[in-house]
């Protein structure tokens, strides 16, 4: 049974930073493309960035780029995402999750997902 469990959301303000974390369990991620979406209330699901599993490849959304970097520690099963100069439009919950082998910014191509951890960002 195949596991993603997000945590390192929380209130922060303008600026600041956050460390989010996806623990994977329950199958070898070995193949996988794991991805970070977020979704704001009233507003589609966005693609925020993905990895592959072994690291060797990395995308990010436009509204994103140079803020946020994602990684993957293979030891840890983890993916992270680093979240810098946060502003209140990354006001989202965020979702970790899995397809199998390539890239694609698609929602509804990802097979697993996890519970969704909140980000919210003051002014």
């Known amino acids: 049974q195949v596991q993603l469990v997000e945590s390192g959301g929380g209130l922060v303000q303008a600026g600041d930073s956050l460390r989010l974390s996806c623990a994977a369990s329950g199958r070898t991620f070995r193949n996988y493309f794991m991805g970070w979406f977020r979704q704001a209330p009233g507003k589609e699901r966005e693609f925020v960035a993905g990895?592959?599993?072994?690291?060797?490849?990395?995308y990010y959304g436009e509204s994103v780029k140079g803020r946020f970097t994602i990684s993957s520690d293979n030891a840890k099963n983890t993916v992270y995402l680093q979240m810098n100069s946060l502003n209140p439009e990354d006001t989202a919950v965020y979702y970790c999750a899995a397809r199998f082998r390539n890239y694609s910014d698609k929602f509804g191509s990802y097979a697993y997902w996890g519970q969704g951890t909140q980000v919210t960002v003051s002014s």
């Open positions: 990895i592959r599993w072994d690291g060797s490849s990395k």
